[in-house]
Each structure stands twice: as C-alpha cells, then as structure tokens.
C-alpha cells in the first residue's frame, strides 16, 4: 500500500472514531463469490485517492438496424425490445404513425422482427393479421380485448416452474374500459410468436395516469419472483414504480423505487425505464430510462432541426414540438434502490432532424452480446435506439456498440489515483479485470487486510505492472495467481491506475 493511500485510510478510520467517541467497528465483508463486479456505482468503493473517479462511458453509433418502413408503420414506431433466444436474436416493438398536425393516422400494432447476429434483421412475413386487406406482413397482434395495445414487453421465462406453452410471457398496457382506470395485461406464448392473455381480465390495474410508457417485467433468480417496473405519474412528475409476484396473475404493489436526490423533477421526468439483470452479472438490474425535458418554446428551441416540422407537430400537442428525449443509465443492487448516473448515457448528438425530437433515443429493452463487425475484435453488446420520430415518413432504429460490461469505469489519467474498496469476502482463486490503459498507462493491483494493512506475498511490489487492453486479464503476484489460500478471510481490493480504465472484476475459478 502507497504511503498516500495509507495515509487516507487511516484518516477516514480516525474520523469515524472521533464521530462516533467510540472505536470504529470492524466493516461488515461484503461476500461477492464469484460474481463479476461492475464500476457502475460506489456500492464496493470505501476510498478514491488523486484523481481516481468513476466516468461514465457512451454508446458507439454503428448503422441503422431497422427501417419501420412498411405500410403499418411509420413516423412513430417505438418501445422496442430485444433479447436473445438460443441462436436468435428477437425484437418486437410497436408500429403506428403520426401525421402532420398530430394526427393518428394508422392504428396502433405489435410488429416482429428477427435476427441471426443482432446486426442484420428481418421482419418475417407471420401471416397473422390482416392489414389493407392482406396478411403478408409482420404484425404479431392489433388488438386487444378490443382495443390497441400501447406497448408489449415480452421476456423468457426462466422460473423453473414456468410451463412449457408459457415459456416467454410479456406485459403490455391497454386502457380500460372505465374511465381513468388503466392496466396491465399479462401474454404467455410457446412459440414468441403466438400470444395469448394469461386471463382476461389486467394483471394489475390503477386509476390515474399509469402505465403509459414501455412497461416491463422478468423472472428474477435473484429475487426468485417475478418483478414489473412500470409508469407511475405523482404530482405530475413521470416516475418508475415496482411490483412483485409469484404467479405473475396476483402482484404486490411495493411503490416509487428510490433514486435519493437524484430522482425525476419537473425539469427532468423519466419516460420508459429499461430494467433488467444484466446476463454477465444477474446481481445487477441496469436500465437506461428515457429522460423527457420540456422547456418550452424559447429560442434554443427555435434553433433545433426541423423547426417546420416541430411547429407543425406542436399543433396537435405543444409538447409534441418543444420537448426533447435521451436516454440515462440506472443501476441496481437490490431491485429497490437505484444509483443514476447524473450526465446523459445517449446523447442526440451533432446531427440533423433524427435525433433531437421528442421520442428519439428511446434505447431498446435490453443490451444483448453480439460479435463485433470488425477484424479481430472480441465480442461486445449491441444496443438499439430511436430515431426519426415524428420527423419523417419513417422512424428508424439504430445500433450502438459498447464494449462487454462497459457502461462505466474506475478511470485515473496520467497524474493517477487509487481505489480501496470494502472489505470484500470472494469464492474463486484467481482476480480476473476487464480493464483498457493507454500505451503508457498501467494498473497496479494490491490486496489488504481488512485493517488496510498489505497481505505478505500480494504487496504492490509483487505485481508487475498491468498494460493493455483485456476482458479477462489473470492478475499474478510474484509470477502466481493463485487466491485459494484467501477464500473465506475479508480482504480489500487496492488499486492504482494511471491513464487506465477498470470497468469489472471478478474472483474466478
């Protein structure tokens, strides 16, 4: 351990002992097993030195995936989901266009699309709706009980217990036929293409303004229940609540999640939501909520593209014209609590009419691993956003690329930092990173003591600097990586970094 660090640690110990007029408790371990851990929020950070912090990381643009260019589509297509089934990549989303003035000009319907790599996608003819008189399209349903299904958010069952004809189950949001009530349906299928209600009547209901967004629901192995995140409107601010439930029929309402100070306001209201475990580390729900501002119309409005289409939209609803959409990241320990990234994840970006509307840059539910489109590079997570909404005849989905696990970083430029992290009690016998320096930066690796103090033989000394750019790199200590000898005793993580980014780590086997 640097004299620096050491120095911190024993400052912070100080001060919670003159705070406390008592000596400081021995810190709880943390036990992450063998789980890989993401630098996604401060939930393993005790201590950050020098110009160590964690930096958020951004989605790279790749080509247009999607063009919703068919006859039942349109201007408006949105609320997508994406997941990967075996060696097929799925997507549904809905499909519906808006004119000139705000006007609806087609009906609402759930469309489908798939495809083999996550990169090239179809839209198979399904032959299940008629649509002009024809079924040779790829709508999966028009309605429901009668009426338009506003959003569909279909999942793999992975319950153990989950039958075989219900093996991927979805909830999507319909308005009800009395007035201010809205609700959820629940769909189960065999096949992801051929859905039917799990009854007839909604799975859960509520009167006021709810549910109408993108709504979403899993089988959490974590939590051992089935979990929905949906829309809830207080006091005029667009928020996210969370249900549970064993059967997925009868739900526990439990209220708001908690975003601390860092929650939505008048100024910035959260739209969809987007949570899911993340598969490379189910412990985690990660989402990426669109984030919806409306400040009106002033000049910076004026000067944004298609300024004759935003008025022309603003006709129908003011709003229409003068709000803007991106899209933040979110993350999740416990289902309940949320750490949020304060900068946006997706940006619009320097460009023209595509992205600067109100419904742009809605991310898709959920990232999914793909292999990179390029030589000699491993694989990476593919992420899809809107575009064109509203602006066009057609809206458009995009990819976006990040590498695995990259949403964020513990990152020190060239002056350099350090991190200690809580005591940490691991299950494998090795330390894996996923970490990128520069040509001349590096990684230093120590391991502690709870009390801070260096372990003899996994000193700084004995780990030869780090370089490179590596998803699974096997840390050694005097030539040997070998952890056994630590499993079940609480050790800290000690790290020193400069011009180099560190975005996971996991005690393998």
Known sequence: MTKIARLAFVFVVWVGIQMNSLPAAEPQAISVGDRRELFIDLALTDTLIGRAELRLHHPVRQEIALLHDAPWEGNACGYHTVFQDDSLYRMTYKAWNIARGGDVSNPVVICYAESRDGIHWIKPDLGLVEFAGSTHNNILFDQVQGHGCHDFSPFIDRNPAALPEQRYKAVGFVRGLEEDSTGLYGFVSADAIHWHLVQDDFIIRENGWVFDTQNTAFWSQVEQQYVLYYRKTVNEIRNIARAVSQDFVHWEKQGLVDFGMRGPN?????????IRPYDRAPHLLIGFPARYCDRGWIRATDALPSLELRRDRAKGQVRYGSAVTDALLISSRDGRRFFRWNEGFLRPGLR???NWAYGDNYIAWHAVETESAFDDQPRELSLYATESYFTGDWSRLRRYTLRLDGFASLYAPAEGGEWI????????????????TSAAGEIRVELLKADGQAIPGFELEACEPIFGDNLAYTVCWNESSDLSSLQGKPVRLHLILREA????????E
């Open 266 to 274: 008048a100024r910035e209201q959260f739209y969809t939501n987007q």
């Open 352 to 354: 023209t009419r595509h």
């Open 421 to 436: 992290s809580k005591p940490l009690l691991f299950g494998g016998n090795r330390l894996e990173l996923n970490f990128a």
């Open 501 to 508: 980014d560190v975005f996971a780590f996991r005690f393998g």
